[in-house]
């Protein structure tokens, strides 16, 4: 059970946008930074979104991150075939165990 | 560029230790936290600690306490760890990863190595 909470998977058509949720609680996302990771088939995941709304140098507009209390969402416009990967939400835990935590994981798939 | 390269992949008993190797090239060693990510087979992310090579502090993860050691040497860039009393459950690929702080601002696993897989096998 992760302590960050994602849907498993989503799907949208070609060109079309889709958002992906990441739920938490104020001992990690509400008063943290969240950073988004994309993982494709086979691959180490790699950064799309650190300080909950940046983009890496080379990262396209066509993602993007908010964050609202002690929830964040990756949103993905224009979809393509190759954004079909799995998308990891991260942040910092300050509960009693303190360390970084990670969503579940979404499975997106592009129809 | 900066770019980590890991140690390649491991079979190993139950019950051993498996030390993992990743080498940081392109940047200074000493201006980041290297983390360690565990993912097991058809299974999400999992922190497993970090060093910060600069003063060599660790953090573990709870789950991880006693079983891992994180380590760093500065004279080759290099950073390491060690999973000890391995089970078959320790099959997986381990991912290191770089960030600029522990927390806040920055604190993203921002590179990546390429991952070692490590298969506990009786």
């Known amino acids: 059970q992760s302590v960050l909470t994602q849907p498993p998977s989503v799907s949208a058509a070609p060109g079309q946008k889709v958002t992906i949720s990441c739920s938490g609680s104020s001992s990690n996302i509400g008063n943290n930074y969240v950073s988004w990771y994309q993982q494709l088939p086979g691959t180490a995941p790699k950064l799309l979104i650190y300080?909950?709304?940046k983009r890496p140098s080379g990262i396209p507009d066509r993602f993007s991150g908010s964050k609202s209390g002690t929830s964040a969402t990756l949103g993905i416009t224009g979809l393509q075939t190759g954004d079909e990967a799995d998308y990891y939400c991260?942040?910092?835990?300050?509960?009693?165990?303190?360390?970084?935590?990670f969503g579940g994981g979404t499975k997106l798939t592009v129809l | 560029e900066v770019q980590l390269v890991q140690s390649g992949a491991e079979v190993k008993k139950p019950g051993t230790t498996v030390k993992i190797s990743c080498k940081v090239s392109?940047?200074?060693?000493?201006?980041?936290?290297m983390h360690w990510v565990q993912q097991a087979p058809g299974k999400g992310l999992e922190w497993m600690g970090l060093?910060?090579?600069?003063?060599?502090?660790?953090i573990y993860a709870e789950k991880f306490q006693g079983r891992v050691t994180i380590t760093a040497d500065t004279s080759t860039d290099t950073a390491y760890m060690e999973l000890s009393s391995l089970r078959s459950e320790d099959t997986a690929f381990y991912y290191c990863?770089?960030?600029?702080?522990?927390?806040?601002?920055?604190?993203?696993?921002?590179?990546w190595g390429q991952g070692t897989t490590v298969t506990v096998f009786s």
């Open positions: 990863a770089t960030s600029r702080s522990i927390v806040g601002a920055t604190d993203a696993f921002d590179i």
């Open positions: 060093v910060h090579p600069e003063d060599t502090e660790t």
């Open positions: 392109g940047s200074t060693f000493t201006d980041y936290y």
């Open positions: 991260g942040t910092w835990d300050a509960s009693l165990s303190s360390g970084r935590v």
């Open positions: 300080d909950n709304n």
